[in-house]
Nanobody
């Protein structure tokens, strides 16, 4: 089985920057699309940013101009660069990605997976 592994969370001061990464636990599962969601305790998960297999990006209005989603296909890794962070950005950030199964040596279909989340706290 494959899992999505997130890293890079932590504590940052308001106005600071942080980058979180997402990668599959197995190299024979490859990214198609990648999305990031976030959830404040007690609330639902909300979409933050997404990138398609073609590189088209989409952002929530609340993060436009501050966050940037990218992908490195060679490293099979997705990134969310977060700048000008605000206290209201404090949340658990989740990677949600469509992974293609290459365990047979060819694309054999895929589905969406969720990571376990990484906590980002923006506070002075």
């Amino acid at each position: 089985q494959v899992q999505l592994v997130e890293s890079g969370g932590g504590l940052v001061q308001p106005g600071g920057s942080l980058r979180v990464t997402c990668r599959p636990s197995r190299s024979d599962f490859r990214f198609n699309s990648i999305n990031w969601y976030r959830r404040v305790p007690g609330n639902q998960r909300h979409f933050v940013a997404g990138i398609t297999s073609a590189g088209t990006t989409n952002y929530a209005d609340s993060v436009k101009g501050r966050f940037m989603i990218t992908r490195d296909s060679a490293k099979n890794t997705g990134y969310l660069q977060m700048n000008s962070l605000k206290p209201e950005d404090t949340a658990v950030y989740y990677c949600n990605a469509h992974l293609e199964d290459y365990t047979r040596g060819y694309a054999a279909g895929g589905r969406f997976y969720w990571g376990n989340g990484t906590l980002i706290t923006v506070s002075s």
